[in-house]
């Protein structure tokens, strides 16, 4: 980038099929994904400082590392506290990062960046964003590659906020196939207990229904699949709205009503769903975790498309 770059980057920009992509560059983020000129995603402006994590990408985890520490490999690690509010490590170590182009073309593009090893994460792993358009929409597919000696901790997924139609999610009817829900407690989210969605029907969506009022900030699991893929659906009054679908590499999803009560101009205008390789914490947990020995790799994918 130079000085005169925007704020979110170079900006990367694919069309095929209808759907219009904007990439920036850092964070190799989805800024904008339209279908016939209708969002999918909540957009931000290119010189804009991307507000609440809107399409980055995760890695080498998704969501919380609770208090920020970890043990692996028979060492404790501290992480930087990226969620000082509640005090955790927030969306791995990426979502600032300049990524550079791998390949350039109209329908698809691959961007790169390094992890460098350093406190609280001694690991080198380089990570491949790509996006490709098809008939089918957009894909996205993350790459994790180990460069160092030793094995290294790796999860990743993506932050997008999907726009069902016009208005709040409110009004919208989400489809999520997930049969378990990670409890969290109320003030730091972090991870609780696995308890069955019948346990908790406000977030029982296996049947598609109305959202209302009802606020969601929860990883799911136990995930129907047809043909190995998972999908969620956000559809508006009108029968149009977007699906988020993906691969057996990611056997959770969060999802969140994006409640922002203080900030009405972006309160609950989109809804995040966040396919995850593993769920919070995992670093702590070990549920799901992959480990990346040295010299492997480690790929996951996940498809958005119009209705």
Known sequence: ??????????????SAHGYEVVIASVGASLRVLRHDGRDLVVPFDADEVRPAYRGATLAPWPNRVVDGRYTFGGEEHQLALTEPARGHALHGLLAWTEFADRVVEDDRVALVATIEPQLGYPFRVEVEVEYRLGSDGLNQTVTARNLGADAA?????????LVGG???VDAWTLTLPASEVLTVTPD????????????????????????GDVFIDHAFTEL????????VRVVAADGRGVALSWDESCPWVQVHTADLPADAANHRIGLAVEPMTCPPDAFNSGVDLVVLEPGAEAAASWRFTAI
Do not use: C, K
Request: aromatic content about 6%.
């Open 153 to 161: 901790p790796w999860g990743t997924g993506p932050h997008p906020y």
């Open 224 to 231: 129907s699949r047809v043909d190995g893929a998972a999908e």
């Open 1 to 14: 980038m130079n000085d005169s770059s925007p704020a979110s980057g170079r900006q990367l920009r694919i």
């Open 188 to 211: 730091r989210l972090s991870p609780v207990a696995v308890e069955s969605v019948e346990q908790h029907p406000e977030w029982d969506f296996r049947e598609a229904r109305a959202i």
């Open 166 to 168: 016009d208005g709040r």
